[in-house]
């Protein structure tokens, strides 16, 4: 198998995106909080744009339940996560600097999991766990920018997902509506709209265009 240079990659990337925004994703670091139908989506589509530092952040390992919307393999059930999704995205960018951390995220440990991440997506199920992500980040570490979501469940329109800016430096994307308990399914196509939102977020952040 032919695998292209660092080098080439990186050019690849430039002609389609330019030298700046190309240098700009290769210098960041990016933290994923949540490797489910969010987070795998949220961490190839960085990958692919050519994010040199991802901190994955999950604890749980891969289920059958989780192959209809989360970039897994049917090979990598009962795996934990951020193995399988180090392993996934290392296919797409060879040489992307990954460090995975197989722990529960928690408002405690929160800062020392995340104080390289220039950005910070949060991609978790749980609704506690999610506002507890926010708040953390917003009252420890004002410095850095959030992304978050919030409504992305059933088969509602995919036009209703959208990216709101909250905060100078807090967004998030969703219908902030829908969800799992009360629309009862979660479908590949609206999880990854949402996922991409986010992931399209961060990159507009680091390439400077913050409003939305």
């Not at 949060?122 to 410095?143: G, H, I, Q, R, Y």
Request: proline fraction near 1%; aromatic fraction near 6%.
């Amino acid at each position: 198998m032919n695998i292209p240079t660092e080098n080439e990659m990186k050019n690849a990337i430039a002609e389609r995106c330019g030298i700046e925004c190309q240098k700009k994703f290769s210098s960041a670091t990016v933290a994923i909080c949540g490797l489910g139908g969010l987070g795998s989506n949220i961490a190839v589509s960085l990958a692919r744009a050519g994010v040199g530092k991802l901190i994955l952040i999950d604890f749980d390992c891969v289920d059958i339940s989780n192959l209809n919307r989360q970039q897994y393999k049917a090979s990598q059930i009962g795996i934990k996560k951020t193995m399988a999704l180090y392993f996934n995205l290392k296919e797409i960018a060879p040489y992307i600097d990954i460090r995975s951390h197989d722990v529960f995220l928690t408002a405690e440990n929160a800062e020392e999991y995340l104080n390289d991440a220039d950005i910070i997506c949060e991609a978790f199920d749980n609704a506690e766990s999610k506002a507890e992500l926010v708040n953390t980040v917003l009252e420890k570490m004002p410095e850095k920018y959030i992304v978050a979501a919030s409504g992305m469940a059933g088969m509602g329109s995919a036009n209703s997902i959208t990216t709101r800016k909250i905060t100078k430096k807090f967004y998030i994307s969703g219908d902030s509506v829908s969800d799992v308990e009360t629309e009862g399914c979660l479908f590949s196509s609206r999880v990854m709209l949402c996922a991409a939102h986010e992931a399209h977020m961060v990159l507009r952040i680091l390439s400077g265009e913050y409003d939305e």
